[in-house]
């Protein structure tokens, strides 16, 4: 076995956000990172307890949905189980694992019931995380041994009805006393663990409307807070989703988490810091898919053949598998920078959450339509699924918004790198050798990137994969070039500019998806052998074949495209008030 425990990612920088700059920084990858032996015996107890737990209660999770809720006794259970003590360290009676193994169990729950898992997931991903990253010593030994237990289930407390992806506009709000107490005012929506929780960690503003947030710890018994009904959903419908009102609580000066004012920045940490409890999920969820239309494919006949044996079926098929496989890729990458220490990991996070939720999505879609007219019936579970899966792409930050983080953050480095080219030029009137170096090195590094000389290598990866690193390495040349053209063209202005800044997200997305399976199966070639990879190759051509034609029509549509048209279609729309045409 590699050495693959936590270690360098601390002091590499961002291997994604280095992509825009033309950089590859495949040192973070490789060898690609596994759960320590230690913490796999661990994790193959907990999943085994999951399996028997979990195998034949299909039925029950069936009611569960048209019900639209856990009963008591089920969550009772879930807490036996010590599914609620995941992430909480062993001093405070928990299980201590990795953010790598704690993806692997809910994985392995998704495989059933993505209600359950997201109740779990919302105790754990983000409904004490903060507690976790910035509690004190005080409020950790207060807190965690009965979250551990399950006696406090926690819930995460930001969206309210005026703030939602704008999630610094929050209208809660905290006043603080003489005597460094506080009294909190306001009401939360779509509250997952709202109605069950003992704990709530509370974003508030302190200091007025335009001012800076504030997280606070709020218990459930402490007089004025309150919760709604359960709220009616589409899918993950037994989670319990409810409002939380706070009418003048009176919060304890201890109470603050994180920072006074800093809120904000706690908030966003908690929600990077989870996001490989979605992102487990949503691959646990890919692995059932798989099973149950691997299952259909060969079963159902039609035309005197099972459908498993026509083209249109097997592509779906190997679809859904390299789909499942680059998810699983780049989850236990973002699992390995968080548990490693990194400080700077979010642009990958966000690039996992909106690949495995959309990957997701397509193989629900895919499952269901080999199902046919069973796909579409309650009786089978891929509608239930389906509708679970939906929200992954607008929980814990849209997609949308993920998208311009990923590509406004990304470029960030590059346009400081255009800034001092700027300041190189400016320069050389001042001081000609100078200035004159700053352009030769930037020109030559940048015209070099394009060639097959001065082309950034990903190195040490083994020769049956030379092809197609060779179209990752030009992919990472031509984003950086476009990276450059985007932001001279639009400069300041490219913060309005959403379009181009999705196409180069999306760019950047399929590179580190590329850059994370690469690593992975290398790896798996150097621990086995070439010839016991012959399906990891083919994963690796599948998905090369389709990222390659996705980054090329994502870089051509930055200069050639109908945006000026499509914004003033939209506008017609929208001022028209609908569609406006008929047959009639
Ligand atoms: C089942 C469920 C459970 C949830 N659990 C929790 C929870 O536990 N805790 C919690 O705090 N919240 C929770 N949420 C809230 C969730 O995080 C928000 O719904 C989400 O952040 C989106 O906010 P919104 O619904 O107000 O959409 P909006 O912000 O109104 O967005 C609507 C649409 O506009 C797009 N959009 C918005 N701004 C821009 C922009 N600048 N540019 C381009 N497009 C934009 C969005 O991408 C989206 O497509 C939950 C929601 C649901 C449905």
């Not at 500019?497 to 690593?519: E, H, K, S």
């Amino acid at each position: 076995m590699l050495d693959t425990s936590p270690r360098k990612a601390l002091q590499l920088a961002s291997p994604a956000k280095g992509l825009f700059l033309g950089e590859i920084r495949g040192e973070a990858l490789m060898p690609f990172p596994s759960i320590a032996p230690v913490e796999q015996e661990t994790l193959r107890f907990v999943i085994e307890s999951i399996d028997k737990f979990m195998a034949d209660k299909g039925e029950d999770f069936r009611r569960f949905d048209v019900a639209g809720e856990q009963p008591h006794d089920y969550v009772e259970e879930l807490k036996s189980l010590g599914l609620f003590s995941l992430i909480i360290p062993e001093e405070f009676s928990g299980l201590g694992l990795s953010n790598s193994g704690y993806a692997r169990v809910l994985q392995q729950t998704s495989r059933y019931d993505a209600s359950t898992s997201l109740t779990i997931g919302a105790h754990s991903s983000i409904g004490m995380k903060a507690l976790l990253l910035f509690g004190t010593p005080e409020q950790k030994a207060k807190y965690l041994p009965r979250l551990a237990t399950g006696e406090l289930i926690a819930a995460f407390c930001l969206t309210e009805s005026g703030s939602g992806s704008d999630a610094a506009s929050v209208k809660t709000h905290a006043v603080k006393n003489a005597d460094g107490s506080w009294v909190l005012n306001g009401e939360k929506i779509w509250i997952t663990n709202g109605g069950t929780a003992g704990f709530f960690t509370v974003f508030a503003k302190t200091e007025g409307d335009g001012g800076k947030m504030t997280g606070f710890i709020v218990e459930r018994e402490w007089p004025g807070v309150s919760t709604g009904p359960k709220e009616d959903k589409m899918g993950i419908r037994a989670s319990c989703t409810t409002t939380v009102r706070f009418d003048n609580v009176r919060v304890p000066p201890e109470c603050v988490i994180g920072e006074e004012g800093k809120g904000f920045k706690v908030a966003m940490a908690v929600l990077n810091n989870g996001r490989t409890g979605l992102g487990g999920g949503c691959v646990g969820a890919m692995k059932r898919l798989i099973e149950l239309s691997v299952a259909q494919a060969t079963q159902r006949k039609q035309f005197g053949k099972s459908i498993a044996e026509f083209q249109l079926i097997k592509d779906k098929i190997a679809t859904m598998t390299a789909l499942c496989f680059a998810s699983e890729s780049i989850v236990s990458v973002v699992g390995h920078l968080i548990d490693s220490g990194s400080d700077d990991f979010s642009v990958e996070a966000a690039m996992s959450k909106v690949y495995v939720s959309e990957a997701l999505w397509t193989v629900a879609d895919e499952a269901l339509q080999i199902a046919g007219g069973n796909g579409f019936m309650r009786e089978f579970p891929y509608e239930r699924v389906v509708r679970d899966c939906r929200i992954n792409r607008i929980f814990e930050g849209t997609n949308e918004i993920l998208r311009l983080y990923i590509g406004l953050s990304g470029m960030k480095d590059s346009g400081e790198a255009l800034k001092d080219v700027a300041r190189g030029l400016k320069g050389i009137f001042n001081d000609p050798i100078k200035g004159f170096g700053i352009l030769t090195d930037y020109a030559s590094k940048k015209v070099g990137q394009l060639t097959p000389i001065g082309r950034e290598r990903f190195t040490g990866l083994a020769e049956v994969l030379a092809s197609d690193t060779l179209v990752f390495e030009q992919g990472v040349a031509k984003l950086a070039q476009a990276v450059e053209a985007t932001l001279s063209r639009y400069r300041k202005g490219i913060i309005e500019q959403q379009l181009a800044t999705r196409r180069v997200a999306d760019v950047a997305i399929d590179l580190f998806v590329g850059m994370c399976v690469l690593a992975r199966v290398n790896t798996l070639i150097q621990e086995r052998g070439v010839g016991a990879c012959t399906d990891e190759l083919r994963v690796v051509k599948v998905l090369t074949n389709f990222s390659r034609l996705r980054i090329s029509n994502n870089l051509k549509a930055l200069h050639k495209n109908a945006d000026a048209e499509s914004f003033a279609l939209a506008d017609s729309v929208l001022t028209k008030g609908g569609y406006g045409w008929d047959v009639l």
